[in-house]
Structures are given as C-alpha cells and as structure tokens.
C-alpha cells in the first residue's frame, strides 16, 4: 500500500504527571487563553506548545546551518516550538550507520543552545532515522521495522542524543522517535511498529531516565497507538486532512491534478469534509488525551498553491479542534511552500520583513491559537 493510497483509505474512515508540574512548563497565555479557559482540554500532560518545523537538517543534502533570526522571530512572535526533523546521514561518517561525526553532532547542538538562548523548546526528529524514512531521496541499506540490524543502529543513535544532552531538562527538549511511520502492510506491521518504539525507549531511558519522548502515530502519524500508553510517552498527530486541501498540486503525493479546493464543503473521494468531519478525524486523538497520554500536533498546514482563502478557512477550524483539547501544533513549515515567511503564493498581498515575504494574515491566525 502506498502513502497516497493509505490516506485516500483513511480520509473515508510514567508521564501521567500534568507538565507543568513534572517539567517546569507553562502554557503559552499568548492568543487562545479565552478559548482555553472557556473549555475543558483533553490533553493536559504536555502544555500545549505552538510553534513550526525548521528544515537545516531535513535531508541528505541539508546544511545544517540553523538560522538564529528564526528562533528569534519566533520567540518574538509568541511561539514556543520548533521541531527539527532532521537526517541521520547528516552526523555519521563514511555511509556507517554508527560512525559519528562529532561536526554534525555540533550543528545539532547549536540549535539546541539556540532554543535556549530564545526560550524556545526544541523537539529533535529523526525524519531520516536507520532504515526508514517517508523521504524518498535514499534507500536505507535496511528496514527499521523488519531488520535488527536497523533498529541497533536507531537505538544507538537515540542513546548518543540521550547521553549527550543529559542534564537538559524536559521543558526545554524533547525526542520525537521517527517521523510518519507508514501504513500497516507489507512492510512493518503493528507489533513491528510497536517493537522499534519500545527498544528506542529503553535504549533513551537507559541513558536518560527523565528524558520527554514522542512517537508519531502510524498511517503517517494519522492513527494514535493506545497500545503504548503503558510507556509513558507522548504522541504525535498531523494537520493535512483533508489532502485534497493541505496538498493541492503537490507533486511528491501526485496532488497535480487534483480539483481546486473549496472549505468548508470540501469534497475528496465521494466524502464531504467540513468542520464536523474534521472533529471526527481527531476524535481517536482526543479519546487518547482524555486516558492521559500527552497529544502534540507535530506538523501542519497547507502548501502554496492551495487558494488562501481556503486555508485561512480550513486551518481556522482545525487549529480551533486542536485548540480546545489543548493539544498544541507546529506548523509546516518556517519559511518555504506551507509558511508564513516565503511561501511564493500567487494570491497574497505580502509585508517585506527583513528581506523576507511574510504573510501576515497567516501569521495573524497562528497568533489568535
């Protein structure tokens, strides 16, 4: 089954101490305190952190140079979140999947001393983890989810990142296991799945005992995993239903020749997607949170070429969902098709800021939630 099949498929279809407490945490006032005093969250073990996802390590031919203008702006704009999805190729050496490179474990550490410096927690993500990712650019010399080998290498890779920022407390970092972990099928079932986070924990905890860690669902981080919920951990959902909306001619899921978009009344696949459908696609997310598993939001929102409008409509009613059960978001991504610096949409009147193109009214949105 492919990625784009599965989401056709489903588009029809210890942290039980408050954060606050355990790690020194302060929900964000910025925005949405009306809403949030006037609901009950379901999600109230992590707070409810707000941010995007930056791209320096994001794949094979990334730089790793972090900016510090965009911890800044962020921090400077209310937010309190970056996830950085981030390529295991980057820190090793030779094509050797456990030969680290003390230079590009450097370039990790310079951002997370960024997030310090601009009180911005950061969340590290293998996008490109030991024998698997969603990013098709390199095909791993293993499969995480079938191979020992691959799932030594990844747990490894986590003990290295546990032992070295030990001491970092959980309010200020956190470890996101493996972006997007694919459908059930062919290629990793759900014990398998349930295998790798499992070790990696262990392997995370061995090191680091007190260490927040966060696994995205499977369906590429579209369905939560209850069966985990002895572990202690958090969990990781997404802002792209429905597809039709969030990659409107986006051509790595063949979204080229998909109809022009409309929200609410968005028809994909013989379904119809409005406010309603949307509460129900999180509904498995929120029943999660209610049994006290933290839910986090780990990527969002809705590329260049879908009408503005639209997405100005659609993420108004998702951020809202995921608003009043308290589950927090980081928008994909800073600068680039799906943000709010650069994006080169076609039908937004953009400020100058600093030499980038900002778009304001999205910005304005993400500030109200």
Known sequence: MTRREFLRQTALGGLTVAASSLWGCRRSEAGSSRRQEARVASQTVLPRWRGFNLLEMFTVRSDGNWREEDFR???????????????????????????????????????????????????????????????????????????????????????????????????????????????????MSRDDHERVVRAAVAAIRKEDPERLIIADGIGWANIPCPELKDLGIAQSCRAYTPMGVSHYKASWVGGENWPEPVWPDHTEWGKRWDRAALEEHYRPWVELAKQGVGVHCGEGGAFSRTPHPVVLSWLRDVLDIL???????????????????????????YQDFHGHKLDRKLLSLLQEF
């Open 323 to 349: 608003t009043s059960n308290g589950i927090g978001y980081a928008l994909w991504n800073f600068r680039g098709g799906f943000g709010v610096l650069d994006s080169d949409r076609a039908d937004v009147a």
């Open 73 to 187: 702006w962020i921090s400077d704009w209310g937010f309190n979140f970056v996830r950085l999805p981030m390529c295991y190729t980057l820190w090793i050496e030779d094509d050797d999947p456990v030969k680290l490179s003390e230079a590009g474990l450097a370039k990790v550490d310079r951002a997370v001393e960024l997030g310090r410096k601009h009180t911005v927690h950061v969340n590290l993500n293998f996008h490109r983890g030991p024998g698997y990712s969603v990013n098709a650019e390199r095909r791993e010399p293993f499969n995480l989810w079938k191979d020992q080998a691959a799932l030594d290498a990844f747990c490894f890779h986590w003990a290295a990142f546990a032992r070295r920022y030990q001491g970092i407390p959980s309010a200020k970092l956190s470890f996101n296991l493996v972006n997007e972990p694919g459908a059930v099928g062919e290629h």
